[in-house]
Each structure stands twice: as structure tokens, then as C-alpha cells.
């Protein structure tokens, strides 16, 4: 379910973007890494400490965000293609 989550938030980032980006499938694909990744932290954090369940969407959304803004994949906005 987090990995459907990430994907959908992926694919509404995807929307967030300027029209006629390069790689449109790249955004689900991120956002479905993200949300496994983001399930991955959120175990390993409720074994360890007990997090919250409200903790999960967050890091999903986090993950995605991280992945496909700051930390994402650089466009050459200047290649003709």
C-alpha cells in the first residue's frame, strides 16, 4: 500500500512539472521506490522506537519529495531533442 501511495504521489509530482518533461515514467517509478523505501524506515523505526502510524504517509511523501526535487534527477532543459 505505501508503494501505491508513493507512486501516486510520484505521478502527482509528475503533474507539479512543467508539460513536455523528459521522462514522464521516471516520476511513478521514483515515487513506487520511494514508498518502499519509505515502508522499509518506517519498520524499522516502529521495531526500534514504536513510531506512530501517522508516520508512515509522511515519510512516503518525504521520500518522493527528496528523490524528485532537491536530491532528483537533473533535465539538460538546453538539448535539442
Do not use: N
Given at each position: 500500500m505505501a508503494a501505491?501511495?508513493?507512486t501516486f504521489v510520484g505521478s502527482l509530482f509528475r503533474l507539479s512539472?512543467?508539460?513536455g518533461s523528459q521522462r514522464p515514467l521516471l516520476f511513478p517509478l521514483v515515487g513506487l521506490a520511494a514508498g518502499?523505501?519509505?515502508y522499509v524506515i518506517?519498520?524499522?523505526l516502529s521495531v526500534t522506537t514504536g513510531a506512530p502510524a501517522w508516520l508512515l504517509p509522511l515519510l512516503v511523501v518525504l521520500q518522493t519529495w527528496l528523490w524528485l526535487g532537491p536530491?532528483?534527477?537533473r533535465f539538460d532543459r538546453?538539448?535539442?531533442s
Open positions: 501505491a501511495f508513493g512539472r512543467r508539460p518502499i523505501a519509505g518506517f519498520y524499522l536530491l532528483g534527477p538546453h538539448r535539442d
